[in-house]
Protein backbone atom coordinates (compact mmCIF):
# COMPACT_ATOMS: atom_id res chain seq x y z
CA UNK A 1 0.00 0.00 0.00
CA UNK A 2 1.59 3.64 -0.85
CA UNK A 3 2.35 5.88 1.71
CA UNK A 4 1.97 9.53 1.51
CA UNK A 5 5.07 11.38 2.85
CA UNK A 6 5.40 15.54 3.12
CA UNK A 7 8.66 16.24 1.46
CA UNK A 8 8.54 20.42 2.42
CA UNK A 9 6.19 21.77 -0.36
CA UNK A 10 6.38 18.22 -2.20
CA UNK A 11 3.64 15.39 -1.45
CA UNK A 12 5.22 12.06 -2.68
CA UNK A 13 3.14 9.00 -3.31
CA UNK A 14 5.71 6.21 -2.79
CA UNK A 15 5.21 3.65 -5.48
CA UNK A 16 6.08 -0.27 -5.58
CA UNK A 17 9.37 -1.43 -6.60
CA UNK A 18 9.94 -2.80 -9.97
CA UNK A 19 12.18 -5.49 -9.75
CA UNK A 20 14.19 -5.32 -12.99
CA UNK A 21 15.98 -2.32 -11.49
CA UNK A 22 18.81 -2.51 -8.57
CA UNK A 23 17.15 0.14 -6.20
CA UNK A 24 13.63 0.46 -6.37
CA UNK A 25 10.91 2.19 -8.99
CA UNK A 26 7.76 3.19 -10.02
CA UNK A 27 5.35 4.58 -12.04
CA UNK A 28 5.88 8.02 -14.03
CA UNK A 29 4.20 12.56 -13.01
CA UNK A 30 2.18 15.17 -15.11
CA UNK A 31 1.84 17.73 -17.52
CA UNK A 32 1.17 20.28 -15.03
CA UNK A 33 -1.68 23.36 -16.11
CA UNK A 34 -0.69 26.63 -17.84
CA UNK A 35 -0.06 29.61 -15.87
CA UNK A 36 2.05 32.98 -15.84
CA UNK A 37 6.21 32.66 -15.71
CA UNK A 38 7.99 34.47 -13.16
CA UNK A 39 11.14 33.73 -11.47
CA UNK A 40 10.98 31.58 -8.52
CA UNK A 41 10.33 33.20 -4.94
CA UNK A 42 13.31 34.43 -3.13
CA UNK A 43 12.11 32.57 0.38
CA UNK A 44 10.59 29.13 -0.05
CA UNK A 45 7.54 28.56 2.47
CA UNK A 46 8.35 27.36 6.20
CA UNK A 47 7.40 23.78 4.98
CA UNK A 48 10.23 23.75 2.27
CA UNK A 49 12.62 24.35 5.54
CA UNK A 50 11.68 21.16 6.95
CA UNK A 51 14.78 18.79 7.12
CA UNK A 52 15.33 16.77 3.97
CA UNK A 53 14.54 12.75 3.94
CA UNK A 54 17.82 10.89 4.22
CA UNK A 55 18.84 9.16 1.04
CA UNK A 56 17.07 5.74 1.15
CA UNK A 57 19.41 2.41 1.52
CA UNK A 58 19.27 0.08 -1.23
CA UNK A 59 16.54 -1.67 -1.86
CA UNK A 60 14.38 0.75 -0.42
CA UNK A 61 11.67 2.63 -2.63
CA UNK A 62 12.75 5.55 -4.55
CA UNK A 63 9.57 7.10 -5.96
CA UNK A 64 9.07 7.85 -9.30
CA UNK A 65 5.21 9.26 -9.98
CA UNK A 66 2.52 8.47 -12.10
CA UNK A 67 0.38 11.00 -11.93
CA UNK A 68 0.63 14.79 -10.47
CA UNK A 69 -1.74 17.18 -8.26
CA UNK A 70 -0.82 20.84 -7.97
CA UNK A 71 -2.47 23.56 -5.21
CA UNK A 72 -2.25 26.68 -6.05
CA UNK A 73 -2.96 29.76 -3.95
CA UNK A 74 -4.45 27.09 -1.85
CA UNK A 75 -6.73 25.83 -4.17
CA UNK A 76 -6.08 21.92 -5.00
CA UNK A 77 -6.54 21.01 -8.47
CA UNK A 78 -7.38 17.05 -9.49
CA UNK A 79 -4.52 14.71 -10.20
CA UNK A 80 -3.95 14.54 -13.96
CA UNK A 81 -2.20 11.49 -15.30
CA UNK A 82 1.14 11.51 -17.10
CA UNK A 83 1.29 12.29 -20.58
CA UNK A 84 2.12 9.90 -22.83
CA UNK A 85 5.92 9.40 -23.63
CA UNK A 86 6.14 10.15 -27.35
CA UNK A 87 9.91 9.49 -27.93
CA UNK A 88 12.15 7.07 -27.20
CA UNK A 89 15.77 8.51 -28.17
CA UNK A 90 18.35 7.40 -26.09
CA UNK A 91 17.39 4.16 -25.67
CA UNK A 92 14.11 2.83 -24.48
CA UNK A 93 14.75 2.78 -20.32
CA UNK A 94 14.56 6.32 -21.16
CA UNK A 95 10.87 5.97 -22.36
CA UNK A 96 10.43 3.37 -19.83
CA UNK A 97 8.08 3.98 -16.53
CA UNK A 98 9.87 4.17 -12.89
CA UNK A 99 13.26 4.92 -12.03
CA UNK A 100 16.34 3.80 -14.24
CA UNK A 101 19.56 3.60 -12.44
CA UNK A 102 22.75 2.15 -13.54
CA UNK A 103 24.04 -0.71 -12.30
CA UNK A 104 27.13 0.30 -11.65
CA UNK A 105 26.67 3.02 -9.27
CA UNK A 106 27.43 2.29 -5.63
CA UNK A 107 24.59 3.56 -4.03
CA UNK A 108 21.25 4.98 -4.62
CA UNK A 109 20.81 8.18 -5.70
CA UNK A 110 19.05 11.14 -4.27
CA UNK A 111 15.42 11.72 -4.39
CA UNK A 112 14.76 15.07 -6.00
CA UNK A 113 11.64 16.56 -5.06
CA UNK A 114 10.68 16.92 -8.68
CA UNK A 115 8.16 15.27 -11.40
CA UNK A 116 11.04 13.82 -13.67
CA UNK A 117 14.61 14.17 -13.88
CA UNK A 118 17.68 12.89 -15.21
CA UNK A 119 21.68 13.17 -14.19
CA UNK A 120 24.21 11.71 -17.26
CA UNK A 121 28.11 11.84 -17.40
CA UNK A 122 29.10 14.75 -20.00
CA UNK A 123 32.50 13.46 -21.12
CA UNK A 124 30.84 9.57 -22.37
CA UNK A 125 27.08 11.29 -22.80
CA UNK A 126 25.74 8.27 -20.75
CA UNK A 127 22.72 8.87 -18.43
CA UNK A 128 23.85 7.37 -15.09
CA UNK A 129 20.32 8.04 -13.51
CA UNK A 130 16.77 9.27 -14.71
CA UNK A 131 13.35 9.37 -13.95
CA UNK A 132 10.34 9.71 -16.17
CA UNK A 133 13.47 11.61 -18.28
CA UNK A 134 11.22 11.63 -21.67
CA UNK A 135 7.86 12.73 -19.92
CA UNK A 136 6.80 16.24 -21.90
CA UNK A 137 6.20 18.99 -19.50
CA UNK A 138 5.86 23.12 -19.04
CA UNK A 139 9.79 23.87 -19.07
CA UNK A 140 9.77 27.38 -17.46
CA UNK A 141 12.43 30.00 -18.02
CA UNK A 142 14.78 26.69 -18.84
CA UNK A 143 13.57 26.84 -21.73
CA UNK A 144 15.56 29.69 -22.87
CA UNK A 145 18.45 27.74 -23.76
CA UNK A 146 16.71 26.55 -26.63
CA UNK A 147 16.18 30.15 -27.46
CA UNK A 148 19.62 31.45 -27.47
CA UNK A 149 20.54 27.78 -29.08
CA UNK A 150 18.49 28.91 -32.17
CA UNK A 151 19.28 32.29 -32.34
CA UNK A 152 22.60 33.66 -31.28
CA UNK A 153 23.30 32.01 -34.62
CA UNK A 154 21.01 34.48 -36.08
CA UNK A 155 21.33 37.81 -34.16
CA UNK A 156 25.14 39.35 -33.90
CA UNK A 157 25.51 40.94 -30.89
CA UNK A 158 26.18 44.10 -32.03
CA UNK A 159 22.27 44.27 -33.70
CA UNK A 160 20.74 47.68 -32.43
CA UNK A 161 17.02 47.18 -31.17
CA UNK A 162 14.91 49.97 -30.13
CA UNK A 163 12.47 48.68 -27.36
CA UNK A 164 8.63 48.54 -27.78
CA UNK A 165 6.04 48.87 -25.18
CA UNK A 166 4.83 44.98 -25.83
CA UNK A 167 8.45 44.04 -24.12
CA UNK A 168 7.67 46.45 -21.47
CA UNK A 169 4.44 44.85 -20.60
CA UNK A 170 5.20 41.39 -20.99
CA UNK A 171 4.12 39.06 -17.93
CA UNK A 172 6.98 37.94 -15.32
CA UNK A 173 10.60 39.08 -14.59
CA UNK A 174 11.72 41.56 -16.80
CA UNK A 175 15.44 43.64 -16.76
CA UNK A 176 13.35 46.61 -17.01
CA UNK A 177 13.63 47.71 -20.88
CA UNK A 178 12.09 51.17 -21.81
CA UNK A 179 10.32 51.70 -24.53
CA UNK A 180 12.16 54.10 -27.03
CA UNK A 181 15.47 52.91 -25.49
CA UNK A 182 18.35 51.60 -27.62
CA UNK A 183 19.98 48.01 -26.45
CA UNK A 184 22.76 45.63 -28.34
CA UNK A 185 21.54 42.21 -29.22
CA UNK A 186 24.89 41.63 -26.48
CA UNK A 187 22.61 43.35 -23.59
CA UNK A 188 19.45 41.14 -24.42
CA UNK A 189 21.38 37.92 -24.47
CA UNK A 190 23.08 38.84 -21.03
CA UNK A 191 19.32 39.77 -19.43
CA UNK A 192 17.80 36.26 -20.79
CA UNK A 193 20.67 33.82 -19.54
CA UNK A 194 21.67 35.72 -16.58
CA UNK A 195 18.81 37.34 -15.05
CA UNK A 196 16.00 35.37 -17.14
CA UNK A 197 14.27 38.49 -18.76
CA UNK A 198 11.05 38.06 -20.50
CA UNK A 199 11.18 41.23 -22.01
CA UNK A 200 14.70 40.52 -23.39
CA UNK A 201 12.73 37.26 -24.86
CA UNK A 202 10.14 39.28 -26.59
CA UNK A 203 12.64 41.55 -28.13
CA UNK A 204 15.42 39.17 -29.42
CA UNK A 205 11.88 37.37 -31.02
CA UNK A 206 11.27 40.39 -32.73
CA UNK A 207 14.63 40.58 -33.87
CA UNK A 208 14.73 37.45 -35.14
CA UNK A 209 11.29 38.11 -37.05
CA UNK A 210 8.57 38.03 -34.68
CA UNK A 211 7.67 34.96 -32.25
CA UNK A 212 6.27 32.47 -35.26
CA UNK A 213 9.40 32.61 -36.81
CA UNK A 214 11.70 32.54 -33.48
CA UNK A 215 10.05 29.44 -32.50
CA UNK A 216 10.34 27.61 -35.89
CA UNK A 217 13.64 27.83 -35.88
CA UNK A 218 13.89 26.84 -32.18
CA UNK A 219 11.91 23.88 -32.63
CA UNK A 220 14.06 23.11 -35.82
CA UNK A 221 16.64 23.11 -33.53
CA UNK A 222 15.62 20.65 -31.10
CA UNK A 223 14.46 18.42 -33.87
CA UNK A 224 18.19 18.66 -35.00
CA UNK A 225 19.87 17.93 -31.67
CA UNK A 226 17.44 14.61 -31.19
CA UNK A 227 15.05 16.92 -28.54
CA UNK A 228 11.64 15.43 -29.82
CA UNK A 229 9.75 16.12 -26.85
CA UNK A 230 10.11 19.85 -27.21
CA UNK A 231 7.62 22.02 -28.78
CA UNK A 232 8.50 25.84 -28.52
CA UNK A 233 5.43 28.30 -28.18
CA UNK A 234 7.35 31.34 -27.26
CA UNK A 235 10.68 32.53 -26.50
CA UNK A 236 10.70 33.06 -22.61
CA UNK A 237 9.18 29.80 -21.35
CA UNK A 238 5.99 31.52 -20.14
CA UNK A 239 3.75 29.02 -20.01
CA UNK A 240 1.48 28.70 -22.89
CA UNK A 241 -0.85 25.21 -24.10
CA UNK A 242 1.25 22.92 -25.73
CA UNK A 243 4.58 24.32 -24.68
CA UNK A 244 6.66 21.60 -23.34
CA UNK A 245 10.22 19.73 -22.53
CA UNK A 246 11.60 17.54 -20.58
CA UNK A 247 14.32 16.11 -18.09
CA UNK A 248 15.90 14.62 -21.83
CA UNK A 249 15.87 17.61 -24.00
CA UNK A 250 16.43 19.84 -21.46
CA UNK A 251 20.05 18.17 -20.90
CA UNK A 252 20.64 17.69 -24.81
CA UNK A 253 19.92 21.78 -24.67
CA UNK A 254 22.46 22.00 -21.56
CA UNK A 255 24.89 20.10 -23.10
CA UNK A 256 24.66 22.00 -26.52
CA UNK A 257 24.96 25.14 -24.76
CA UNK A 258 28.20 24.62 -23.31
CA UNK A 259 29.60 22.99 -26.42
CA UNK A 260 29.35 26.77 -27.64
CA UNK A 261 31.48 29.47 -26.47
CA UNK A 262 29.15 32.34 -26.91
CA UNK A 263 26.55 30.76 -24.83
CA UNK A 264 29.03 29.55 -22.51
CA UNK A 265 30.57 32.68 -21.69
CA UNK A 266 26.93 34.65 -21.08
CA UNK A 267 25.84 31.61 -18.50
CA UNK A 268 28.54 31.70 -16.84
CA UNK A 269 29.10 35.97 -16.52
CA UNK A 270 27.87 36.64 -12.25
CA UNK A 271 27.09 40.01 -13.16
CA UNK A 272 26.57 42.54 -15.97
CA UNK A 273 26.60 46.78 -16.24
CA UNK A 274 23.12 46.84 -18.22
CA UNK A 275 22.16 50.25 -19.81
CA UNK A 276 19.77 52.20 -18.24
CA UNK A 277 16.79 54.41 -20.47
CA UNK A 278 18.52 56.16 -23.34
CA UNK A 279 19.15 56.04 -27.13
CA UNK A 280 23.29 55.98 -27.40
CA UNK A 281 24.98 52.23 -27.22
CA UNK A 282 27.95 53.02 -24.76
CA UNK A 283 28.90 55.42 -22.58
CA UNK A 284 28.57 57.47 -21.22
CA UNK A 285 25.11 56.31 -21.09
CA UNK A 286 24.40 55.08 -17.25
CA UNK A 287 24.17 51.26 -16.65
CA UNK A 288 23.05 49.24 -13.52
CA UNK A 289 24.32 45.93 -12.56
CA UNK A 290 22.46 42.69 -13.12
CA UNK A 291 23.46 39.48 -11.47
CA UNK A 292 23.07 35.64 -12.97
CA UNK A 293 20.49 33.66 -11.22
CA UNK A 294 22.27 30.15 -11.12
CA UNK A 295 23.15 29.73 -7.63
CA UNK A 296 24.90 26.54 -8.72
CA UNK A 297 27.47 29.59 -10.23
CA UNK A 298 28.37 30.64 -6.60
CA UNK A 299 27.56 27.81 -4.58
CA UNK A 300 29.03 24.67 -6.34
CA UNK A 301 32.96 24.33 -6.76
CA UNK A 302 33.36 23.18 -10.48
CA UNK A 303 30.27 24.87 -11.24
CA UNK A 304 29.35 25.40 -15.72
CA UNK A 305 25.72 26.95 -15.33
CA UNK A 306 23.08 26.58 -17.15
CA UNK A 307 19.82 27.87 -16.13
CA UNK A 308 16.98 27.86 -13.87
CA UNK A 309 13.20 28.65 -14.24
CA UNK A 310 10.28 28.73 -12.03
CA UNK A 311 6.35 29.42 -13.44
CA UNK A 312 4.31 29.78 -10.36
CA UNK A 313 1.70 27.19 -11.06
CA UNK A 314 3.84 24.68 -12.07
CA UNK A 315 7.10 24.55 -10.63
CA UNK A 316 10.62 24.85 -10.92
CA UNK A 317 13.23 23.69 -13.20
CA UNK A 318 16.96 23.84 -13.85
CA UNK A 319 19.99 22.63 -15.48
CA UNK A 320 22.74 22.52 -13.85
CA UNK A 321 26.63 21.31 -14.59
CA UNK A 322 29.74 20.93 -13.05
CA UNK A 323 33.58 19.61 -13.72
CA UNK A 324 35.35 18.04 -10.90
CA UNK A 325 38.60 16.43 -12.22
CA UNK A 326 38.42 16.78 -15.84
CA UNK A 327 35.03 15.13 -15.70
CA UNK A 328 31.66 16.95 -16.62
CA UNK A 329 28.18 16.12 -15.30
CA UNK A 330 24.68 17.49 -16.13
CA UNK A 331 21.72 17.11 -14.07
CA UNK A 332 17.96 18.45 -14.80
CA UNK A 333 14.79 18.55 -13.27
CA UNK A 334 11.43 19.83 -14.27
CA UNK A 335 8.09 20.60 -12.84
CA UNK A 336 9.55 20.90 -9.07
CA UNK A 337 9.57 22.06 -6.00
CA UNK A 338 11.61 25.58 -5.75
CA UNK A 339 15.07 24.45 -4.60
CA UNK A 340 15.82 23.27 -7.98
CA UNK A 341 19.94 24.27 -8.17
CA UNK A 342 19.92 21.77 -4.38
CA UNK A 343 18.37 19.45 -6.46
CA UNK A 344 20.61 19.57 -9.13
CA UNK A 345 23.34 19.89 -6.71
CA UNK A 346 22.52 16.58 -5.06
CA UNK A 347 22.38 15.01 -8.50
CA UNK A 348 25.76 15.69 -9.21
CA UNK A 349 27.34 15.12 -6.16
CA UNK A 350 25.77 11.31 -6.08
CA UNK A 351 27.49 11.24 -10.08
CA UNK A 352 30.82 12.09 -8.76
CA UNK A 353 30.97 9.89 -5.58
CA UNK A 354 28.71 7.22 -6.28
CA UNK A 355 29.46 6.61 -10.60
CA UNK A 356 32.99 6.21 -12.09
CA UNK A 357 34.02 7.41 -15.75
CA UNK A 358 33.03 4.85 -18.09
CA UNK A 359 30.52 3.26 -15.75
CA UNK A 360 27.35 1.70 -17.34
CA UNK A 361 24.53 3.77 -18.72
CA UNK A 362 20.84 3.38 -18.65
CA UNK A 363 20.53 4.89 -22.10
CA UNK A 364 22.51 7.90 -23.52
CA UNK A 365 22.46 11.81 -24.50
CA UNK A 366 21.89 11.47 -28.22
CA UNK A 367 24.31 13.76 -30.47
CA UNK A 368 21.57 14.48 -33.86
CA UNK A 369 18.34 13.73 -34.99
CA UNK A 370 16.26 10.84 -33.89
CA UNK A 371 13.15 9.43 -35.69
CA UNK A 372 10.47 9.51 -32.66
CA UNK A 373 8.66 6.76 -33.29
CA UNK A 374 11.15 4.22 -31.38
CA UNK A 375 10.10 0.45 -31.05
CA UNK A 376 7.96 0.87 -27.96
CA UNK A 377 6.16 3.57 -29.70
CA UNK A 378 2.19 3.73 -31.04
CA UNK A 379 2.03 5.05 -35.05
CA UNK A 380 -0.02 7.90 -33.36
CA UNK A 381 3.08 8.52 -31.46
CA UNK A 382 1.35 7.39 -28.01
CA UNK A 383 2.96 5.33 -25.24
CA UNK A 384 2.85 1.45 -25.43
CA UNK A 385 -0.26 0.18 -23.77
CA UNK A 386 0.15 0.08 -19.91
CA UNK A 387 3.68 1.90 -20.27
CA UNK A 388 2.55 4.27 -17.50
CA UNK A 389 0.12 2.08 -15.33
CA UNK A 390 0.04 2.45 -11.53
CA UNK A 391 1.96 0.38 -9.50
CA UNK A 392 -0.66 -2.87 -8.82
CA UNK A 393 -1.80 -2.14 -5.15
CA UNK A 394 -1.02 1.59 -5.45
CA UNK A 395 -4.56 3.35 -4.44
CA UNK A 396 -2.98 6.62 -4.75
CA UNK A 397 -1.73 6.46 -8.59
CA UNK A 398 1.75 7.41 -8.14
CA UNK A 399 0.65 10.90 -7.31
CA UNK A 400 3.22 13.76 -6.36
CA UNK A 401 1.33 16.43 -4.48
CA UNK A 402 3.36 20.17 -5.63
CA UNK A 403 2.22 23.04 -3.45
CA UNK A 404 2.70 26.27 -5.03
CA UNK A 405 1.33 29.88 -5.01
CA UNK A 406 1.97 32.77 -7.14
CA UNK A 407 5.57 34.07 -6.99
CA UNK A 408 5.79 37.80 -5.38
CA UNK A 409 5.56 40.42 -8.00
CA UNK A 410 9.31 41.29 -9.32
CA UNK A 411 10.48 45.43 -9.24
CA UNK A 412 11.88 46.19 -13.20
CA UNK A 413 15.29 48.47 -12.86
CA UNK A 414 13.37 51.13 -14.17
CA UNK A 415 10.72 50.67 -10.81
CA UNK A 416 13.40 50.00 -8.68
CA UNK A 417 15.30 53.51 -9.31
CA UNK A 418 11.87 55.46 -9.52
CA UNK A 419 10.88 53.90 -6.07
CA UNK A 420 14.59 55.08 -4.75
CA UNK A 421 13.73 58.49 -5.83
CA UNK A 422 10.81 59.04 -4.63
CA UNK A 423 11.79 58.32 -1.45
CA UNK A 424 15.11 60.16 -1.55
CA UNK A 425 12.13 63.08 -2.71
CA UNK A 426 9.96 62.26 0.24
CA UNK A 427 12.69 62.72 3.14
CA UNK A 428 13.75 65.96 1.47
CA UNK A 429 9.88 67.17 1.64
CA UNK A 430 10.20 65.83 5.22
CA UNK A 431 13.41 67.76 6.28
CA UNK A 432 11.61 70.83 4.86
CA UNK A 433 8.32 70.78 6.52
CA UNK A 434 10.44 70.41 9.51
CA UNK A 435 12.72 73.30 9.00
CA UNK A 436 9.56 75.58 8.42
CA UNK A 437 7.82 74.23 12.00
CA UNK A 438 11.12 75.18 13.74
Same mark, same amino acid.
Given at each position: ????????????????????????? &?? $?????????????????????????????????? =??????????????????????????????????????????????????????????????? /???????? $???????????????????????????????????????????????????????????? =????????????????? &???????????????????????????????? /????????????????????????????????????????????????????????????????????????????????????????????? #??????????????????????? /????? &?????????? $? /????????????????????????????????????? =?? #????????????? =???? &?????????
Amino acid at each position: MATVVSLGTLFLGAVSPSASLPFAA &GP $AAARPPTAKNTQRPAKPSPRAAASPRAVPGMGAT =LPCFSSVAYSVNGKTRPARPLPPVTSSAGGERLAAPGLQVTPSAKTPPPAPKATAWLVADLST /GRVLAACN $AHVPLAPASSLKVLTALALTPRIAPATRYVARQEDAAVDGTRVGLVPGSAYTADDLWHAL =LMGSANDAATGLAAMAG &GTASATTVMNDTARSLGANDTRAVNTSGLDEP /GQVSSAYDLALFGRAALANPVITKYVQTRSYAFPEAGAAIGPPRKTFQIQNHDKLLYNYPGALGVKNGWTSTTGGSFVGAAERGGRRVIATVI #AADPQTWQMSRALMDWAFSATAP /GSEGV &GELVTGPVDP $A /GPSRTAEGGAAEGAHAAAPGDPDGGIVRISTSSAEPK =LT #AGQFFALVAGGVA =LIAV &GRHLLRRRH
